[in-house]
């Protein structure tokens, strides 16, 4: 997997705690300000193949809006039930108003 940075979307483009859809290479992904950073999470929920980016964003963390499942925007990993396996999240670099994300796997 490559792990070039992508411009997907303009950072005066993202309102706090409101996710942004992208795809990169036809990976969804969802892209979310909160708490004063950008963070990159893949988009498909690991209970349900329903979109992250549906969700509500509360205290660093995104929520599946049809069963409840919580996911760190910083390390994947849910921290509510029913999910019970981490969804991968993404390096993210801000270079002016743009926003570039990187499809190499943050360890």
């Not at 708490?35 to 980016?53: K, M, Q, R, T």
């Not at 409840?68 to 969804?87: C, M, Y």
Request: proline share 7%; aromatic share 6%; glycine share 6%.
């Amino acid at each position: 997997m490559s792990n070039a940075f992508v411009r997907v979307c303009g950072l005066s483009e993202l309102e706090d705690d409101t996710p942004k859809r992208v795809e990169i290479d036809g990976t969804p992904v969802s892209v979310v300000r909160t708490e004063g950073e950008v963070f990159a999470i893949y988009d498909i929920c690991s209970h349900a193949n329903v979109s992250l980016s549906e969700g509500e964003v509360d205290d660093c963390h995104i929520e599946c809006w049809l069963h409840g499942s919580r996911f760190d925007l910083r390390s994947g990993k849910p921290d509510a039930l029913p999910a019970t396996r981490p969804v991968p999240v993404y390096p993210v670099k801000i270079e002016g108003d743009d926003v570039l994300v990187s499809l190499s796997q943050e360890s």
